[in-house]
């Protein structure tokens, strides 16, 4: 459900600078995101104003989505600053804030972060979580992993078995964050059958910078799946 074909759209995340903007676009990622002014420490923010200049350089047809977190008046603000194509939601907030943020006119992604390593999830809670979401307004649902300090770039996958429940009970498009990699993420697409798929650490190396090399495997594993 949600799929564009056979094609499994890919997001290649953390975009910093012009030449990775370049480099995922020539390798076929249909989304670009940039993290922006986000309330955790993380190696990819940037400031509103360096996102909008590097969304200005995306290419016709790749879809530019400014990934925030926080209260719904900074998401706002960001929103308008940038003009983001979507916008992702990737802290806790509230169903009273995605509703909140439709009056901008852009789609939502609603991120439910699921703690690596901690005590399971139900997947009725999962699937009650998201459908509330979508409740309000939001128009698909990405599921990552959380760690401690480490809001995303986890490198801990999401039980797949768990992703494909909820894919199955919502009505939007899912996509699967959490631990891809070239190397796992075809096995990840033909279990969970997700809308697209997120990547940031598993196509990077040591600096956070990306990896031609394994931005190409990954979305060519993706394609062969």
């Known amino acids: 459900r949600g799929r564009l074909g056979d094609v499994t759209v890919v ?30 420490d993380v190696p990819w923010n940037l400031r509103r104003d360096q996102a ?59 991120a439910l972060r699921i703690r690596a390593n901690g005590p399971p999830i139900a997947a009725d809670e999962l699937i009650a979580r998201a459908r509330a979401s979508v409740d309000a307004g939001a128009s698909e649902i990405l599921l990552d992993t959380v760690t401690q300090g ?16 909820v894919r199955s009970a919502i009505d939007v498009p899912l996509i699967l964050a959490g631990g891809l990699n070239p190397g796992n993420v075809a096995q990840a697409v033909r279990q969970v059958l997700p809308f697209a798929v997120d990547v940031i650490s598993g196509v990077e190396g040591p600096d956070h910078r990306k990896d031609p090399t394994k931005v190409d495997a990954f979305v060519q594993a993706v394609s062969s799946a």
């Open 150 to 165: 480490r809001p995303a770039g986890t490198g801990q996958t999401v039980d797949w078995s768990l992703a494909a429940a």
């Open 52 to 110: 909008t200049a590097l969304m200005s350089q995306v290419p016709a047809g790749v879809v530019r989505v400014a990934v925030v977190g926080g209260d719904a008046d900074t998401i706002g603000a960001i929103i308008d600053h940038t003009h983001p194509d979507i916008v992702q939601l990737h802290g806790d907030e509230s169903v009273e804030v995605v509703a909140g943020l439709l009056r901008h006119g852009v789609p939502i992604i609603k």
């Open 11 to 40: 997001k290649i995340c953390g975009i910093p600078t012009s030449d990775e903007i370049a480099q995922c676009a020539a390798a076929g990622a249909h989304r670009l995101g940039f993290v922006v002014e986000y309330p955790v």
